[in-house]
Structures are given as structure tokens and as C-alpha cells.
């Protein structure tokens, strides 16, 4: 599938939250509680109505055929352990209707690419333990497990691990 990535503008707001609830709903549905992602869903359009403006240099939809189907925020790490070296996927998300046909490699080239074109030598990315399928996939994007852990509280207590890529 030929996909195209861009940054998101505010006109792309409602698309990235519709794209982000029906990702949370399917990716998440056995790792977070049911109610809990329902309230997170309740506030992805206003939250994206907000974040997603004119200045924006880190938030990109996914399209293909002129269509959103996934997000994309591609930033500066939020950890104080990571150098100057290093970049982060904050998060990828695709619409479930995409999952598992290759648009998410695709999208994680752009990640790397972007990364690199920024002078970047490193790329990270956070994913819940629970979450097999996804630190699968980042593994055969070429991520490892660095060690570092988190808890959070995602309506019960979640761990999360820290994944990171050397880019060549």
C-alpha cells in the first residue's frame, strides 16, 4: 500500500482522535481496563482540537487514498536519561481496519528517517509489557529492550519498558 505521511494541521483533529479511539479500543481492550480507555476516548477529540495547531512540527497522520488511518507523534525524548542524541516516538497509532499490513513499518521508516535527518543517532519508544504483538513488531523494526521500566496507572497499574533503535 502506498501511503503518504504528513504533518497534521487542525483540519486533520477529528480524524486523529476517530483513529486513535478505534486504535485504543482493539490494541488495548486486553491490557487496559474497559472503562478506562472509554474515559481516555471521551477526550481524544477535544484533546486533539487543542494540540494539533498551525505550529505543529511533531504530530503527522498516516493516508492513504486521501483517508486517515493512522497517527503518528514523532518528538524529543520525555526522559532526562537520554542525551542529545537521542529522538522518540511518543506514540503510533493505526485505525484496526490497517493493522498488519505494513503501513506500520513503513510509517516507523519516516520515524527513522525524520530521526536521522535531524542529525538524531538514537530512537526510543515506550510499549506496554502486556502488549506482545507491538514489542514484536518493534523488535523486527529493530528495537531493543534498553532495561528501563515504568509504572503507570491506566485504570490499574501497568508497567511500561523503553525500547531504542541505533540508527545507522
Request: aromatic residues 10%; contains cysteine; proline residues 4%.
Amino acid at each position: 500500500m502506498n501511503i503518504t505521511i504528513r504533518l497534521a494541521t487542525p483540519g486533520d483533529a477529528s480524524d486523529m482522535a476517530e483513529v486513535g479511539m478505534r486504535s485504543w479500543e482493539i490494541a488495548y481492550k486486553d491490557i487496559l481496563p474497559e472503562e478506562y480507555i472509554r474515559e481516555k476516548n471521551a477526550t481524544r477529540p477535544e484533546q486533539f482540537k487543542q494540540n494539533i495547531t498551525h505550529e505543529n512540527k511533531n504530530q503527522y497522520v498516516i493516508r492513504l487514498n486521501d483517508k486517515t488511518i493512522g497517527i503518528m507523534k514523532i518528538a524529543p525524548p520525555t526522559d532526562d536519561d537520554l542525551d542529545d542524541t537521542f529522538y522518540e516516538v511518543h506514540y503510533l497509532y493505526l485505525h484496526p481496519d490497517y493493522f498488519r499490513k505494513g503501513i506500520g513499518t513503513q510509517a516507523m521508516q519516516f520515524a527513522f528517517d525524520k530521526t536521522r535527518s535531524l542529525g538524531k543517532k538514537h530512537i526510543s519508544i515506550w510499549v506496554f509489557t502486556e502488549n506482545i504483538s507491538t514489542i514484536k513488531f518493534y523488535e523486527k523494526c529493530g528495537f531493543a529492550r534498553d532495561g528501563k521500566t515504568a509504572l503507570q496507572d491506566r485504570g490499574r497499574a501497568v508497567e511500561i519498558i523503553r525500547m531504542r533503535s541505533e540508527l545507522s
